[in-house]
């Protein structure tokens, strides 16, 4: 079973966050810095998709999976 994370409005701005955000809201990374060296490293993918860019904004409109290195998840959705 998946783990999941919910974002808050103030931090998606219109239902997009980048992805240093995503990975420290949900718990993925410790720091922005941590989250930006993974992502660089392309350890991140959010629905099977591996983002690359630090600064590419996701769109959380619905649940996505996000996978953070091999063995680590999270199914993230919007507060409502």
């Not at 809201?25 to 490293?41: E, N």
């Amino acid at each position: 079973d998946i783990p999941e994370a919910t974002i808050s409005r103030s931090v998606a701005q219109q239902g997009t966050i980048d992805g240093v955000a995503l990975l420290t809201a949900t718990g993925l990374a410790t720091s922005r810095g941590d989250a930006r060296r993974l992502i660089t490293q392309g350890a991140l993918l959010v629905d099977r998709e591996r983002i690359t860019d630090p600064l590419a904004r996701i769109a959380i409109t619905k649940p996505i999976i996000v996978q953070c290195g091999k063995r680590r998840f999270r199914r993230v959705k919007l507060e409502s």
